[in-house]
């Protein structure tokens, strides 16, 4: 990805590696972009999380996008697929998520939606960082920068909460079931579901228990959420609850807890519903998208259910693109990130877990049964943070490494070494069929990377 920004979105310490002035000429750009060549009033639409700084952002980015005559729509705090929900149907020209997902408050992040609620394409992330690194004869902008507007083409902030309600509606309308006689708990991650998730699942006839439902600008993520599922399986249990759903700080995940308070994670969720969709006729291409971080216990279950599956590197953006491609229509990781391309066009928790409640109740069966069929293998992935990914990636001793691990495992697991999109970091994952061995197989390749001196302390 470029100097900025990564698989999602620009992304970064508030303050320090991402500033409101960052956000100001993001919002400057976007503006002038779309009006070139047009004759209409450039329309933009920002939701943003419940981070403290996700405020300074939001005013920054909005400033910077009426400065250049466009007119700014504000959804406040909501999750990120409501931002492009309403993008696509209400004919914005982009769309602004100020979040860092899953990351603690001290970060945050832009996130960019193009007017078919898609993340922008590359050409344009690229000129917004040429825009940011100051070459504007390259991007035709004369007179030492973007003009500003005056008088009656300044653009106008608007307050945009009803299409938040619209986004909530279109959640509610999505099941084919009530929910009545359901206890759900609700892990908010004192996030952007902190709101939309109850309400949704209280009209839908459920019986909710959320918490994490208090945010304070501080405390999103922090030990919540889909990242620290330990507190809904307690509640769940403790609570005597038939299932619960976890989302992270931008509610585009979901991970779910079953009625024995067992994690039920991305893997089992696409398996769960990939069955469904064969069921109803509308598993398209009778595949599934996977990235390589699925585990193997998920495949060996979609064999066994005649079903395919295709993998591509880890991200969302590239499941997307796969699912653009090929007309698949459900892909996901294991982290909970899941897209179902009839219904939206990026990953959302408060659909996934709507979803998830239609098998339950159709299946009439307990969430633990419908995930018993995929038998997750141990795996571990070990962090080392490096200089120069690249580097360590073709380094012939590592590679030797590598093969050494594959070929111990044979078909009993894997190994796989990766590049963090947004960190400068290597991962190391190992599935194998017991920890211990998982541990000792990744040891084998980190050690490897530390005594070579690739790795940076």
């Keep these: 990805m470029g100097k900025y920004f990564g698989t999602d979105g620009f992304r970064g310490e508030a303050g320090v590696t991402l500033t409101s002035e960052h956000a100001y000429k993001i919002g400057r750009f976007l503006g002038w972009y779309y009006a070139q060549g047009g004759t209409h009033k450039v329309r933009a639409v920002i939701g943003k999380d419940t981070r403290r700084s996700s405020y300074m952002f939001e005013y920054a980015i909005v400033a910077g996008l009426t400065s250049s005559g466009a007119d700014a729509y504000m959804l406040h705090v909501t999750t990120t697929p409501s931002v492009s929900y309403a993008v696509v149907g209400d004919d914005f020209d982009c769309g602004v998520m100020i979040s860092a997902s899953h990351n603690p408050y001290t970060d945050n992040g832009i996130k960019l939606v193009n007017r078919k609620g898609e993340k922008m394409d590359d050409a344009t992330i690229n000129k917004i ?30 307050d945009y909460a009803a299409g938040r309600n619209r986004y909530i509606g279109y959640l509610i309308s999505l099941s084919k079931y009530s929910f009545k006689n359901y206890r759900i708990g609700l892990d908010c991650a004192n996030g952007s579901a902190w709101m939309i998730a109850k309400n949704v699942f209280d009209a839908l006839g459920a019986k909710t228990f959320p918490i994490n439902a208090e945010p304070n600008g501080l405390n999103i993520n922090r030990n919540a959420g889909s990242t620290h599922i330990e507190a809904l399986c307690k509640h769940v249990k403790e609570s005597g609850l038939d299932i619960g759903f976890a989302f992270d700080g931008d509610a585009d995940r979901c991970i779910a807890v079953d009625e024995n308070g067992q994690v039920v994670n991305g893997d089992h969720i696409l398996y769960i519903l990939a069955q469904q969709l064969k069921k109803q006729g509308n598993l398209v291409n009778n595949t599934v998208v996977t990235t390589i971080m699925s585990n193997m ?17 880890v991200g969302d953006r590239y499941i997307y693109e796969n699912m653009q491609h090929t007309c698949n229509c459900i892909g996901g990781e294991q982290s909970g990130h ?120």
């Design 297 to 313: 216990g998920l495949y060996r279950a979609l064999k066994a259910a005649d079903i395919r599956y295709e993998q591509t590197t």
């Design 338 to 457: 899941i897209i179902l391309s009839k219904f939206a066009t990026t990953g959302d928790g408060i659909l996934t877990a709507i979803k998830l409640m239609e098998a339950v109740i159709g299946e009439k069966m307990p969430l633990s049964k419908l995930a018993e069929p995929v038998q997750m293998l141990p795996q571990l992935t070990k962090n080392v943070r490096v200089a120069d990914k690249a580097a360590v990636r073709e380094h012939p001793a590592i590679q030797s490494a590598l093969a050494n691990v594959s070929e111990q495992l044979g078909e009993r697991g894997r190994i796989l070494l990766r590049e963090s999109g947004t960190e400068p970091v290597i991962r190391v994952m190992v599935e194998a069929p017991t920890e211990e061995e998982c541990e000792d197989l990744a040891n084998e390749v980190v050690s490897q990377i530390y005594a070579l001196g690739l790795a940076s302390f």
């Design 129 to 158: 960082e040429m825009y940011l690194d100051g070459k504007l004869e390259a991007l035709g902008i004369l007179g030492g920068d973007i003009p500003f507007a005056t008088g009656a083409s300044l653009g106008e902030i608007v």
